[in-house]
């Protein structure tokens, strides 16, 4: 069952609504889902049996409660779907002279991003967030962008490049193209999004994505994972009523992203949410090293790092134990909107 929650046109006036008043506004719609279970969970006692429930195997989950991993969890989709955004392309070695070439064409595209939660986004490439792009420190980076929305959109990159590749000044309108030409420095975990006005509403319709610059010296191997935080007003009133990675709900509870025991895993994480101020990650059951901006010397040890909206950094974990180990935003409420997954540590 889909429903639409609103359209751009229905935005026009926004209803006053809270976060968990539209939750429970969808509540009629979704009830049949787990998703609407967590969100109505407000009682102190629903909150005492939420259980993990595949997880525990002991059928508490069976009375009602929300399913928090497996199959009964309340995401969009299949166990592929968003391997596109989770898996970067591979690292090449740095090779003086490369040449990297993407295109990217922005699409005024729906979206499901809860069960039955239909967002009208504006993509890059029809995504939210927009896919990947890599090159390593001193390729020349050629990204063709065709604007094929429904309003005049820009690519604006993180990093150090002409004025006139910085996706200010030439805006691109609907049926537009520009070709964004600039040398891939410096490397770290950086960041495309749209610059066009208003900048707010460009940035939270989805016009996003993760953009990696590999060292001239590689990094250690290691399985790579990109995780972006966004999150989406549902509601047109100028807060999130879903946060996300990788642009669905629970996703990675449904879908948890299998990793190895004592082997290097590597997560590219950055913060795309509009309008609140910050977001976090934090790992159950190990500690991590976090390089902020995915460069420097310093690594900080910690099991919980926290984003302003456009930072980004690089995490590295060996994982000690097997198991399945959560990870979410510490902002519980980010955690019960859908900001919440495993890793399914295996040996
Ligand atoms: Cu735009
Ligand atoms: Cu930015």
Redo the contacts with the bound molecule.
Sequence with gaps: MKFRLLSDSDLVAPKKLTRKGLIAGAAPLLVAGPLAKLALADNPAEHDHLQLASHTGNGQAAHGHAAMIGEQAPAVGGPRDLDALLYPPKPLPYRRGRVREYTLTAVDTEIEVAPGVIFPAWTYNGTVPGPVIRATEGDLLRVHFFNGGSHPHTI?F?GIHPANMDGVFEIVPSGGHFTYEFEARPAGLQ???C?STPLKKH?HKGL?GAFIIDPKDARPPAQELVMVMNGYDTDGDGSNNFYTVNGRSFYYAKYPITVRRSQLVRVYLANLTEFDLINSLHLHGGFFRHQATGTGDHWEYTDTVMQC??QRGVIEIEFANTGHFMFHAHQSEFAELGWMGFFNVVD
């Design positions: 604006h993180h960041l495309y999004h610059h940035i996003y909206q456009g």
